[in-house]
């Protein structure tokens, strides 16, 4: 609701037919002080009691003397006229059977696709020349265009950027191909469609208002409202894999006004009439608001339709053999493709250093250009006088001859700004994504379940993470629930669901059988076993499967089940139990969901012996404030709850009252008027379970153990050992989520500073006290101090307020772990932006498992999803998915590290080879008079990128590595160099930009100066321009290809390849294109050249000695370095070199991590959770690339990872 606009003076009620006006005088405009049942901090806390702020219509309803009941119907109709003066969301009707009345709706007919014949090239050029590189290229190519301005001729740049295009096109056009297909396949699936009589149609042909018939195992082809099923109580079993992954069925029912349709026969589905009024289309799943009127005597003008009344596109029907249901929303207003949004737009931290040094070099290329012009007018005028030079000057002239010299020497030094370097990451980055994707690794072999690189633009950021934030439940724990302890009657023992007849005897003998305990055993498992949403369904083989969308209500169903009261069947009226052999029936009257907001659920029930019974279970803070007043329980209760989380368990508090027929009947009015409404009913709707969730008896508590995933605190250990810290963001109890950093070793050696205050100036009185322990202002000690900060949701929301953060934030830096409970997920997403906002050159990592880590998951740089028990919807909001926490070390220890390392010399190479070949034409302006005459051959030019140095980067960017897989596992410190960015920065980037000016200088000047005299050739003749630039071009082409061969730390067969077989194109180019004239009206200038190039010994002692020149110094340094200054990765290198290939394997060890090579091993190495142990392999026994096989063991806590287990790149 509009929470910031509540203030009001005046209010019109309606009551029994008259209005009453009631003067409501506003003290603020707060509104938790004007809706006193909301909890008191919303969305940002751990309060979840109710607020008794007095409030003004509650008061003047007193002053009215009207019953409570109905003071609370005036209340929320208060409450509802509140927002109606919103602006209201679209809506719509839905005539049935009025197919005229419907037209104006969109039809069924989906397109994903990115183009279509026509908009593909508008948008496709649109979308390209967006990029600054590209509308570069493409300004200079049309400069060429312009007679007597290009040096190089009108298409040497125009040749290469439509090369370039054309391979983003291709690739354009293969996928979007792929969506056409699929859009294609979807709008022609048939469905029988009634009209008249029941036709087969066509999905793009449905339209809303139909009425459709589905059979088992069909899917929907859009959003239906139920009208009936063949089951007799109108059910219909649905799968929603396709939308939110979770593979337990999920439970549907008619709308009783419609149920009875269509199992006579056509003829009343003919006849009826009536309409569906509904909010617009949205992207809410889980939501629904509607109302039906069905036409006829006796019913009431409107009966609100649930959300289980809702049949989504996507979805499948299962165990049902038909269903019958009224279109809603058709094609791209259906829930489905609502919810097709692009993930946000992220962008990699070496994607803007490099934009920034694009724009640096082209102002380099300006100023280049613009020395260049001037010095041409200048040249120009001083030898004027010289007829033989034609310079037919006219006065007045100098200007516009500097502006067209301008424009000619920015076009012949335009090639310092690579045109291929886009596409070549582009497909590095896109191969890399499938090194992750076919890494075996990473793959979870228990479900089947591989890693997917769903963003290919951000592998390098992955080398980079300073900050990882974690759920809790589902990614550092398995999400397998299982009850281990209980409180009840004030009693507490420990439950083993799997002897459940033992267990009974027990829990008697423990609560001595006397009758009001006995009552309470028998209510507490009645709780568990009618309280939830679980589904169940007979199975021959294994007698009664569960359906559960939660493994926490599943464990709790099958605990009770064990201990003798079980759940038989459930449809949306009843659900039957046995209770010790003997069968009770209970109808259901209402279902209070589960919400995030509300963290309980509750249940209404008529008894089989008529009474009516609310069930309630939830969250200690939630459950404790509704309990009657001096509960016995709650003290005892609470201190067994106080010890469960201190275990690490999962608890629930277990709660129930007795409600009086009148009592229940005038809150029914209530929940009706609720659910009926149009506007804010989800928020109506938990105002009205607030009336009713009160006065409630504790019967006890669970607690649910989730254990740990496979090697978590190895894990954390690894990724502390990378300087990489590991902020815990958990929606559980504070006792659980320290109980779980203890054991998952997060807070292992910390000194826990906790903040629980309630107010924000405790808060900031708490955190100031820990700043001054910490001496905050020293920033150094800081970030070595072992401590660790604990902070609850509530606390939070007031260290998130802007006066406090940036103490809250320094404090949270400061510390080597982060544990923040009972957080929101909204929480969780401000919590990473606080980080990734004010923490300059650091990358963030969110992790997560459920719809609750979305926000998280795309608020930060790189976001990864488990593909766990919790749906898919944090892996659909990921860029990278996979199903353990523990994959994450390799992750980013290797294949981070790794991509980081490629790029970084992909970049840096890709700017070198250009500037090194381009700033030869500068040096040669000066021995040509400034004219733009360039030295090499304008196709020469253009096919540089293209052809000549385009595989050396490629090679460098996908098979290069510093050190092996194990070897970085083993060493998790060896991390810290690619999180600095170490090897790509604006210092390393001018660097490199200087070797290649210094490279450029020592091929031009060393070839100009040899044969500037005119060296003779073996037919007498001397050298000419073509031949000195030609002589130029090679030795720049077999340096530059040997500079890649340099600062290539892996040779596999493709990197010989790449680099050798760059250099032999060349060659074989020169000897095909010196023939082209005159049978190809291009290269009249290389005609015969490669006779005289091949036949002097001058040529090939210049591509030989210049290459020596340039890159022998760069051997030199680098040695030096490495042996006198040498990193620690240098270290490892050399380490590695000192190891047989094929004495090496990884192991997880309990015992005293201790890293081992065989030989001259890393024993002086920093302590790691990996432990390596001699294993002689083969070297055969691996390849290159992502083939290795599986031959993990596990045992006793430890496992192997053999040499060949380990990806080979």
Not at 855 to 872: D, K, L, N, Y
Request: proline share 3%.
């Amino acid at each position: 609701g509009n929470r910031g606009q509540m203030a009001r003076q005046r209010e019109l009620i309606q009551e029994d037919d008259r209005v009453e006006l009631i003067e409501l005088r506003r003290q603020g405009s707060d509104a938790d002080e004007e809706f006193p049942l909301r909890r008191s901090v919303g969305n940002q806390g751990k309060s979840y009691g109710v607020r008794h702020t007095p409030n003004p219509l509650v008061s003047a309803c007193e002053k009215l003397k009207v019953s409570n009941w109905r003071r609370y119907l005036l209340f929320w109709k208060s409450h509802s006229r509140i927002h109606k003066a919103e602006k209201p969301k679209p809506r719509r009707t839905i005539h049935i059977n009025s197919p005229q009345l419907n037209r104006h709706f969109c039809s069924n007919h989906i397109s994903t696709a990115k183009y279509n014949l026509l908009s593909f090239f508008p948008l496709f050029l649109f979308d390209q020349f967006r990029r600054y590189a590209n509308l570069f290229f493409l300004a200079i190519a049309l400069l060429q265009q312009i007679p007597g301005i290009s040096p190089t001729g009108r298409f040497t740049t125009a040749v290469p950027l439509f090369l370039v295009l054309l391979a983003v096109a291709v690739k354009e056009i293969i996928e979007d191909l792929r969506r056409h297909r699929a859009d294609s396949r979807q709008n022609r699936q048939v469905v029988k469609v009634l009209r008249g009589v029941y036709e087969d149609t066509h999905w793009k042909n449905v339209v809303v208002g139909d009425i459709v018939w589905v059979r088992d195992k069909q899917f929907f082809p859009a959003d239906l409202l139920l009208l009936s099923s063949s089951d007799p109580k109108s059910i219909c079993y649905v799968k929603t894999s396709n939308l939110d992954g979770e593979t337990n069925l999920k439970i549907k029912q008619a709308h009783p006004e419609t149920s009875l349709l269509g199992l006579s026969g056509r003829a009343d589905l003919l006849q009826l009439k009536g309409c569906v009024e509904c909010e617009g289309p949205n992207n809410r799943l889980y939501e629904f608001t509607g109302n039906i009127s069905v036409q006829g005597k006796g019913r009431r003008a409107a009966e609100p339709i649930l959300t289980n009344q809702i049949l989504l596109r996507g979805s499948q029907l299962r165990n049902t053999r038909w269903v019958l249901g009224l279109v809603i929303y058709t094609g791209h207003d259906s829930k489905l493709l609502r919810n097709a949004n692009r993930a946000p737009l992220k962008r990699s931290n070496m994607e803007s250093i490099t934009n920034g040094q694009v724009l640096y070099l082209f102002f380099v290329l300006v100023v280049l250009s613009l020395v260049s012009s001037i010095a041409s007018t200048v040249w120009n005028s001083l030898n004027s006088h010289r007829f033989y030079l034609r310079m037919e000057a006219s006065t007045g002239s100098a200007v516009l001859h500097l502006f067209y010299s301008f424009l000619t020497f920015l076009i012949l030094y335009n090639n310092l700004i690579p045109i291929s370097l886009i596409v070549t990451l582009e497909v590095v980055k896109y191969i890399q994504a499938y090194f992750i994707n076919f890494d075996r690794d990473l793959y979870y072999s228990e479900t089947d379940t591989p890693a997917l690189a769903r963003n290919s633009n951000l592998s390098e950021e992955l080398g980079q993470v300073k900050y990882i934030f974690a759920d809790k439940t589902g990614t550092l724990t398995r999400n397998e629930m299982e009850l281990k302890q209980c409180s009840i009657a004030g009693q507490s023992f420990s439950v083993d669901a799997t002897h459940g007849q033992d267990q009974i005897a027990s829990l008697k003998r423990v609560i001595k059988v006397k009758g009001k305990e006995t009552a309470v055993l028998v209510e507490f498992l009645k709780v568990l076993a009618l309280c939830h949403s679980v589904v169940p369904e007979s199975d021959k083989k294994r007698g009664v499967a569960y359906q559960a969308s939660s493994p926490d209500e599943e464990a709790l169903v099958k605990a009770a089940s064990a201990c003798g009261v079980k759940l038989l069947s459930r449809t949306p009226e009843t659900v039957t139990i046995d209770v010790f052999g003997q069968t009770e029936e209970y109808k259901v009257l209402n279902l209070l969901e589960f919400t995030s907001d509300r963290k309980r659920m509750s249940v209404i029930l008529r008894s089989p012996e008529g009474s009516i019974r609310l069930m309630c279970k939830g969250a200690e803070s939630v459950v404790f404030n509704r309990l009657v007043e001096g509960d016995p329980l709650c003290q005892e209760t609470g201190r067994h709850l106080e010890k469960f989380a201190l275990d690490g368990l999962r608890t629930l508090c277990i709660s129930a009252t007795n409600l009086d027929e009148a009592t229940y009947m005038e809150w029914e009015k209530v929940y009706y008027a609720a659910s009926t409404s149009q506007e804010n009913r989800e928020r109506a709707l938990d105002e009205a379970a607030e009336l009713i969730e009160k006065n409630l008896h504790l019967l006890g508590a669970t607690a649910v153990e989730d254990k740990l995933q496979e090697r978590v605190p190895e894990s954390i250990e690894c990724l502390r050992k990378a300087s990489i810290k590991v902020w815990v963001l958990t929606g559980d109890k504070q006792e659980t989520a320290i109980a779980t950093g203890f054991s998952s070793k997060q807070l292992t050696g910390l000194n826990l500073m906790i903040c629980n205050e309630r107010t924000q100036e405790a808060v900031n009185s708490r955190l100031s006290s820990f700043a001054n322990q910490l001496s905050l202002h020293n920033r150094k000690e800081l970030s070595e101090h072992k401590s660790a900060l604990i902070i609850d949701g509530q606390a939070l929301a007031h260290a998130m307020d802007p006066s406090i953060s940036k103490l809250f934030l320094d404090l949270a830096l400061s510390c080597k772990s982060v544990v923040c409970s009972r957080v929101t997920p909204a929480q969780k997403a401000a919590v990473v932006e606080l980080v990734k906002r004010n923490v300059k050159r650091s990358i963030t990592l969110a992790i997560g498992d459920g719809a609750n880590d979305v926000a998280m998951i795309q608020a930060a740089h790189v976001g990864v999803g488990i593909s766990g028990r919790e749906g898919m919807q944090a892996t659909l909001a990921s860029d990278y998915a996979f199903a353990q926490f523990h994959f994450l070390v390799k992750l980013l220890l290797v294949h981070g590290a790794w991509n980081y390392h490629r790029l970084s010399k992909l970049i840096l190479y890709c700017f070198y080879k250009n500037i090194c070949l381009y700033m030869i034409e500068f040096w040669f302006v000066f021995y040509n008079g400034f004219s733009g005459q360039p030295i090499f051959e304008r196709w020469t030019i253009g096919l540089y990128n293209v052809i000549f140095t385009s595989l050396p980067p490629l090679v460098l960017g996908l098979f290069d590595k510093d050190v092996d897989a194990e070897v970085r596992m083993l060493r998790p410190s060896l991390y810290r160099s690619s999180q600095r960015g170490t090897s790509f920065n604006s210092k390393v980037f001018w660097i490199w930009v200087a070797v290649s000016i210094v490279h450029s200088l020592a091929i031009f000047f060393v070839i100009y100066y040899g044969l500037h005299h005119g060296a003779p050739l073996h037919d007498g003749k001397v050298v000419g321009l073509w031949f000195v630039g030609n002589t130029i071009y090679t030795a720049t082409v077999v340096t530059v290809c040997v500079k890649a061969g340099l600062e290539s730390e892996y040779w596999p067969w493709v990197t010989h390849a790449a680099i050798w077989g760059s250099i032999i194109s060349w060659f074989l180019f020169v000897a095909a294109y010196s023939h082209f004239w005159p049978t190809f009206p291009v290269a009249v200038e290389m005609v015969g050249l490669d006779s005289k190039l091949f036949g002097s010994f001058l040529f090939y002692l210049s591509f030989l000695l210049c290459p020596a020149i340039c890159i022998l110094p760069e051997v030199l340094v680098k040695s030096f370095r490495m042996h006198l200054f040498p990193s620690e990765v240098d270290k490892a290198k050399l380490e590695q070199q000192q190891c047989p290939a094929g004495y090496l394997s990884v192991s997880y060890s309990n015992k005293r991590p201790r890293a081992r090579l065989y030989g001259d091993g890393l024993d002086d190495a920093e302590e790691s959770p990996l432990e390596y142990t001699s294993n002689a392999i083969s070297s055969s026994d691996y390849g290159y690339a992502f083939s290795e096989q599986d031959h993990r063991s596990l045992k006793h806590g430890a496992m192997k990872i053999h040499k060949r287990d380990v990806i080979r790149m």
